[in-house]
C-alpha cells in the first residue's frame, strides 16, 4: 500500500471514532393513582431505583402531590429494564402503579 493510502485509511479510522456518539438518556417516571400505598411507593423507590430512605420518601411525596416524580436517569436499555420491574412488582402485590419513560 502507498503511503498516501495508508494516510487515508488512518483519516477514515479517526473519523468514524469521533463519530461515535454518547447513548441517549431517558428520564424515569413514577405516577400518581389513588390505589397503591405510599410504603410501597417507598419500597420500590429504595429496592428498584436504589434511593436511600430520606429520598424514597421525598419523591414519593412529590408523586402524591404533583402527580408524578422523576426516580431517575438512564440509558435506554436500563430504563426499559427499571420500568417493566416497576410493572411487574406491582401487578404482583396487585397494585395499578405506573411507571414511564421520555427520551431526555
Partial sequence: MSEG???????????????AK????????????????MDFVV???????HKPPAEATQ??????KKGMGLCGVYTRDIAETKVA??????????FPLRCMMERE
Fill in 43 to 49: 419500597r420500590i423507590l429504595e429496592t428498584v431505583f
Fill in 85 to 94: 420491574e416497576v410493572h411487574e412488582r406491582a401487578r404482583k402485590e396487585g
Fill in 5 to 19: 493510502g495508508l494516510k487515508a485509511a488512518e483519516d477514515i479510522e479517526t473519523r468514524v471514532r469521533e463519530e
Fill in 59 to 64: 419523591i414519593m411525596l412529590h408523586v402524591h
Fill in 22 to 37: 454518547t447513548p441517549a438518556l431517558y428520564r424515569v417516571f413514577l405516577l400518581n393513582d389513588d390505589y397503591t400505598t
